[in-house]
């Protein structure tokens, strides 16, 4: 089991330098052997704290988020006062969307010792990130999208840091809040950002209704009719008669056929409001 948990730790350790160099590729097939060296020392010592505790770490950057809550369970069961099982445990059933119970094992690690960096953080950052999303959705509902995106940007940070584009992985967690974020900047008439907000959903759900709703809304903003079609005819075909999208389906058709018929004012040089005399 040393022998095993030593291995483990030698990879554990490369891995977690792979991964602050940005070696992502690298950092998760060294996670891999890690998990594959400790699971080895846990058949001979399956209650050893710090071969669970590492091994929950490997499973979390692996995105085995179910395995990680039965190992962070089984950790502290064995070590009840693990505030890194707490902060662990927290982070999975976070990754699977369930924020309440994620808070929970947050704040009760916290309580043990509110001097525990990661678990401070960890949080501090959930409270925020909630409180900041449901005034975003709120006035949201009320069509102040101003100032609803300023609150939808307040809790991004919260777990993006200042750089929204960054930790993509996160994206699991505030999928739903980008797709509110994509429809503010569709609103306000920010077609390049709701592109790009659009995208960066569909990275994570191909299927997004909303993704597709508020690409269609900036592609017609910049009078790209074809791809504002199409990109309606994606969104009714997944949200069936829903009237939103139907809407938008049927005005990018109605812009798409204008667009198509000869400007005869354009031809004569004359405004649309011209007098026959000056068409003649």
């Known amino acids: 089991a040393r022998n095993a948990q030593k291995l483990g730790q030698a990879s554990f350790d490369k891995a977690m330098a792979a991964q602050e160099k940005g070696d992502t590729e690298g950092a998760k097939r060294l996670f891999k052997e ?11 010592a399956p209650d050893a704290p710090s071969s669970l505790e590492m091994d929950a770490r490997c499973m979390i950057n692996l995105g085995m988020y179910a395995d990680a809550i039965q190992t962070t369970g089984r ?21 699977e969307g369930e924020q309440d119970v994620a808070m929970q094992h947050f704040k009760e690690g916290y309580k043990s010792d509110p001097d525990h960096k990661e678990l401070k953080k960890a949080y501090k950052d959930l409270k925020g990130y909630t409180k900041e999303e449901s005034v975003g959705r709120d006035l949201a509902n009320k ?23 960054a930790m993509p992985e996160m994206d699991v967690i505030t999928i739903k809040l980008r797709e509110l974020l ?21 990275q994570h759900d191909k ?13 017609m903003q910049q009078e790209k009719w074809d791809a504002a ?8 075909r997944r949200a069936g008669n ?37 068409i003649k």
């Open 182 to 202: 994509c429809k503010c900047y569709a609103k306000l008439k920010r077609a390049e950002e709701a592109l790009a907000c659009a995208r960066r959903v569909q």
């Open 229 to 236: 079609v199409q990109s309606c005819e994606n969104a009714v």
């Open 242 to 278: 829903e009237h939103e999208a139907r809407e938008l389906y049927d005005k990018a058709k109605r812009m798409k056929f204008k667009s198509e018929q000869k400007d005869y004012y354009g031809v004569l040089g004359v405004a649309k409001d011209a007098t026959d005399k000056q």
């Open 143 to 165: 069509n102040n999208y101003p100032a609803a995106l300023q609150a939808i940007e307040k809790a991004l940070h919260f777990m993006h840091g200042e750089d929204l584009a």
């Open 207 to 219: 299927e997004s209704i909303e993704a597709f709703k508020r690409s269609c809304e900036a592609y």
């Open 75 to 95: 950790l502290l069961k064995v070590k009840p006062s693990s505030l890194d099982g707490f902060l662990l445990r927290g982070q999975a059933y976070l990754f």
């Open 34 to 44: 890690t998990h594959y060296n400790l699971g080895n020392a846990l058949k001979a």
